[in-house]
């Protein structure tokens, strides 16, 4: 089926510092997301993203967080600066339309910020 | 079951045995996906489920959605090893036509010959 591909697929970086994390979604998709995993925890939605906008966040896409896909090329979400919290497994998923619509799934970034 | 604030559940069966998870969810929704994952992966979508269809089948899976309870159930029949998954529902809070899944705790389903 449809594959989402995520680079890199682990992550350690030192608090403070920048990170981007990348997503390659399925070829002919539109729309683009972001989900967080904390270890142990459910998955929570961070962001939605189409025709280059942010079309929903929640409160845990903090002010640090940024997504961008320029030039249609990777997915990206920036963490800058990261904080200890920011350590978990990062999910992309893309889809060819909107709501309610079925999510492909990336194997996830597991990101350690120590 | 799983809901909100539950902590991730574990079933632990024996191949062949029938095995039924159960989700409620706190906001009405018109669509549940169950969505499993397996260890080291992305969660993949295995069934999708309309509010107008109260049972939904994809061979040895079956669905059931209730609006009324908001609850959804995922029944495997004659379970096998390689249904050793997390198992997890989620229910689409979709506005203004952009998807947002809003995913449960999860059921942990270990399946041993």
């Known amino acids: 089926g449809p594959k989402v591909l995520q680079i890199p697929s682990h992550q350690i970086i030192d608090m403070g510092q920048m990170v981007t994390l990348n997503c390659d979604p399925v070829s002919n998709h539109l729309y683009f997301y972001w989900y967080k995993q904390i270890l142990g925890q459910q998955m929570e939605f961070l962001v939605n993203?189409?025709?280059?906008?942010?079309?929903?966040k929640s409160k845990l896409f903090k002010d640090q967080f940024s997504v961008e896909r320029p030039d249609g090329s990777y997915f990206t979400l920036k963490i800058q600066p990261t904080a200890l919290e920011d350590s978990a497994v990062y999910f992309c998923?893309?889809?060819?339309?909107?709501?309610?619509?079925?999510?492909?799934f990336g194997p996830g970034t597991r990101l350690t910020v120590l | 079951s799983q809901w909100g604030e539950e902590n991730l559940q574990a079933l632990s069966i024996q191949e062949g045995e029938d095995v039924t998870m159960n989700c409620s969810y706190k906001t009405y929704t018109t669509v549940v996906h169950w969505y499993r994952q397996d260890s080291g992966r992305g969660p993949a979508l295995i069934i999708l489920i309309r509010s107008n269809e109260r049972e939904k089948r994809s061979g040895r899976l079956r669905a059931t959605l209730d609006t009324s309870s908001q609850s959804s159930s995922l029944s495997i029949t004659a379970a096998q090893c390689e249904d050793t998954a997390v198992y997890f529902c989620a229910t689409d809070r979709a506005s203004s036509s952009f998807s947002k899944l809003v995913f449960g705790q999860g059921t942990s389903l270990s399946v041993v010959p």
């Open positions: 998923a893309s889809s060819f339309t909107g709501g309610y619509a079925e999510q492909f």
């Open positions: 993203f189409y025709n280059g906008k942010v079309m929903e």
